[in-house]
Each structure stands twice: as C-alpha cells, then as structure tokens.
C-alpha cells in the first residue's frame, strides 16, 4: 500500500467529538448484552456470536462490519428475533426481545417483497396486520410510498421494478410499521455501483428526516464509513467485538468526503481489523492460491502484459 | 428469421410458437390418415366384395390377406371363380372421415334400448362423477395439504400414512367401495376421491413448503403471526403454484375416471365406449375417446386462461 500520510482515526474535529458526546446522551434504543449464540453440527458445537456488548441511542447510524464468517448477518437476524441466541440479553428500550415484532424493521439484502401484491399493497401489510382499517393503511401507505419516491409505481407489481426500487418499497414498507429501529442485512449488495450510491443518498436523506435507530450490514468498507456514526467491527471464528469505531468524518455526509483524510483514516484502520497483514501468512498461502505456471508461448506475439 | 429453430432453452417467436402446437395435432392426424388412406401401407385385411366360389367368404366379410390370397391360389388352380376385395384395415381402426362423421352421429343416434342413455347424457355423467370426487377431495386434501406444509407437526401427523395410503391402488376399493356405497354413482365418486386425494395433500403439502421462507420472515418482522401469517402470506404466496397443481391433478382425476365407472352399475362415457365396442362401432369408440380429450384440452386451456387473470403477477416469472 502507498503510504499516505493521514490523521489518527481516534483524532475527532471539536465539533464531531461534541456530537458524539450528545450522541450519547440520547436515550438508549438497543442494548445488546453479553449476546452468545452456538449451534451444534456433526462437527460439534460451534460458536456463531460470542459475547457481543453494545448500544445504540435513538437516531443513531450503526453499522456491523466483519470478514465474511464473523456472524454479522446472524447478529443482524437475531436482533429481528428471527433466530434464537443461547444467553445474553437483547433490550429494545430497556424490554427484552422475543420472537420478530413489528417494533423492529428489517430490510433484507434478497429485498423479500411479496410478488402477489402491488407496490402499495406491500407496504400497506404491516398496517393491516396492526388492524389499521383499510383507507387508513392506504392512505399511510402512499406517504410512505411517496417518501420514497415511488408514488408512480405504487399499483405496478414487485417484478417490474428495478432492484433499487424494490428495495425502497422495502424500506417503506419497514418504516410504515413506524418501527423503533431499523434492521438492514447488507441491503444493497445486490444492487451495481451506481445504484447502490444513491441508495446510500437516499437512506441518508431518509434517516436525517424521520425518527429512526438504524444497524445496518455490509462488508463495504466505504459504505460503513460514509454512512455510520459508528462502525461495530467483529472478527470471525467465533463472531466476536473487535472495535466499536467512532466516525470521524463530520456530518451531515456527503459524497466528496470520500477522500478526506478522516475519511481514508478510518478505511485504514479498518483494513487493519478485517484483513490484518499477517492473516495471510497464517491460513491462506497454501490452502487458497493461484498454481500458476506461465502457459504463454515462447514466441507469442505479446509476450508480456507489462 | 433466420434464428435457429433448436437453441437451447431460448424463446421462439408468436408464430412459430402457434405453427408448431398446430403441427403437434396435425403430424400424428398425418400418421392415421397415411395408413387408413394408403392402400398399400399396413392394411392386413381384405374386405371381401364378391365371394366367389369360396364357401364361408361373404360380401363385406373382412378376412386376413393372407388366407384370402390362399383362397384364390386354391381356386384359381382348380379353375373356379375367384373372389374379389379390397386391402382394408382392421374394423378397430376406422379412418378419419369415419370417426370425424361418428363424432357427430354418436350424439345424433338414439340408443338402442330404451333404458340405456345418449351419448350426451352419459358425458353429463361422467362429468358430474368427476367434479364430485374432485371437489370433495380438494376441500379436505387442499386444506390439509396447506396446514401440512406449514406446521411440521401436522406433517409428520398426516404424511406417513398418506404416502402409504398412496400406494394402495384406487381401483382395488371398488369392490368395498361397492358394497359400503351402492351401486351408483356414489363408490366412483369413492374411487377418484381416493385416486386424487392422497396425492393432492403431499403435491399441496410439497408446495406450500416450497414458498420462499424469507417471504416468511419479511412478514414476521412486520408484525405477522400464526393466522395472519397463513391467510396473508402462505395461501396467497401460494395460490398461483396451487392452481396450476390443481390443473394437473384434475387430470389424473380423468384417468381414475374410467376405472370408477367400470365398477358397480357401469355408467358414463365409459359405458358408452365398452357398449359400442361390443357392437364393434369402433367409429363411434374413437369419437368417445376424442371427446374425453377434447374436454379435458378445453377445461385445461380455459383454466390457464383464467389463471392468468387471476394472477396478473405471475405473468414476467413467465416471459
């Protein structure tokens, strides 16, 4: 890697360090305690979460970040109450948490829209099954529809939409629960480049104007820095806290402060916690390399690439 | 249009897609109409038109080619009169126009006892004894097959004996089904209910635990539970897959359809097809067979049809 010289990821501006010290005068939303979840196979029992600990107050941006392996996406599941953990505590405003509810939002990464319903029929379920009379979830529903600009769309069904769109009648339809928090497992991995950027726009602008807590999954890097408050990083086998990483990078967020020394500060210390120097050295080498021999010709006509 | 008719798993066009479902019908009508209008293809028969001076030959007597050309040989070595005929097919194989014209006939001719039905009448049968087996087996084996695929407790309740019960032939309850039911039309409603029934709950079962499961979650995090999450999220996932299964096996109710009225009072379509064999009006069995294939591709097609507009969402899975 050139070596850049760049800020402490720790080196916090005045008014970033001030804004963290309000963030956590909020009230708490989620408390995780002590989270442990093990599985047995025929190999034994493994160990999926070990004692995760932490907090996110109202409004805050989290985002879980680990190598592939580390469990985010059953931390992320666990928290929706979609899989049991084996002790711990999960308190949801000070309350523990049994089974999936409606208090707790969750988008997920295959967008899991109901093919058989409209755009607006999707988003009205939620509020159905809260026994919300008819008018008054459709009515609900074409704000929230609306907020995410989809208000053309609201009769087309699931598959004539673009990924992008899907996924933002996914948000819609886990905020019109008005849920606590938000759950988002690894939300636009499906999505290209392009569109994934302004969905991270869009998920901004959303989070800024409504009253919700979110964690958000990915394995992007520059996708957590840009949009986190607070990065939980885990390291794999077993899943475990590595660091809970506190943004430098001022907000409100916006595109061009993906180069900003904080910015890239914050990415180097993450490549350090998921994918340490020596790691490669321990496990991979042998196991996971390329067995190449040159198979180019003697006398080919480009003989190098370089 | 110069795309290649056979490429793998890819589209063709609206007219090439219609030349070949007509041609599905016309190649096989192609085959009988070859070897009924062929004369010197297949044809195993001679239909006697003079008889000569063999003994038992009589005008319009349909014998092997074989023994006719005996006969000649025999005769023309004694010098006596020879028969004459014409190659023919067997009475079982009636040519097109014969069962095109029987098609119409077997409706237009009154039966031949006073106490037996017109062919309209024993279709109306038949089609009653279906849609009775076939809609009392849905309203138990749907329901179940449902519950079955959702509730792991209620599938290892039903499905072992289920997939045992399976095995046991339908037609082999007819002589119970007879004796417990009658003679009517009761033990053949018996017999397709327990043709179809037992399939239907592991097809519907096999379905339902086929819908996408994160549907399921997606629906549990918004707030669904046991009922909720059965009427809003698993019947209609579902119903469009469930429509379609039951397509197919109101098919195989057609099939058990033959067997069932064979028993007790032999009655329906069936009846018609044995009786009119007897009477060796093969013309008029086709016709009977072609009829019970004209109603179920007309039934199937009306079905699909109403499928589409029933789950308009389905339509890009498709395209």
New interface residues.
Partial sequence: MIHLELPSYRDQSPEVADRFRRLKERPVILEVKGLTKTFDTAQGSVTALKDINFCTHQREFVCVIGPSGCGKSTLVRTLAGLEDYSSGEVLLDGKPVRGPGPDRGMVFQGYTLFPWRTVKKNVMLGLELAGRSRTAAEEEALQWIDLVGLTKFANSYPHQLSGGMKQRVAIARALANQPRILLMDEPFGALDAQTRAKMQGYLLEIWKNIDITVVFITHDLDEAIYLADRILVLKAHPGEVQELIEVPVPQPRNPSQLLSPEFLATKRRLEELIHPPGAETEEGVNGDRLNMVRMVPVNAKVESVF | MNKPWFAVRKELSSRRRTFLAVMSFVFPLLVWSLVSYVPFIWHPQVEVIEAGEVDYFRAGMLVDRTVFEQERETLRAEGRELPTGTRTNPVYLPAPHEVATALYTAFSTEPQRRNEKWLHESLANSIQVIFWGFFLSSLIGVPLGILAGTYVAVSRLTEPFVEFFRYLPAPAFGALAVAILGIHDAPKIAIIFIGTFFQQVLVVANTTRKL?P??L????????RNA?LLF??VI??I??DLYRDMRILLGWAWTYLIVAEMIGASSGITWFITQQARYKNFDNVFAAILIIGIIGLTTDLILAWLGRRL???Q???RA
Wanted: hydrophobic share 50%; charged share 15%; glycine share 12%.
């Fill in positions: 996408d994160s549907l979650e997606a629906a549990m995090t918004l707030g669904a909720g809003k999220v209609p996932g119903a469009s789950f308009p969402w339509r890009a899975a």
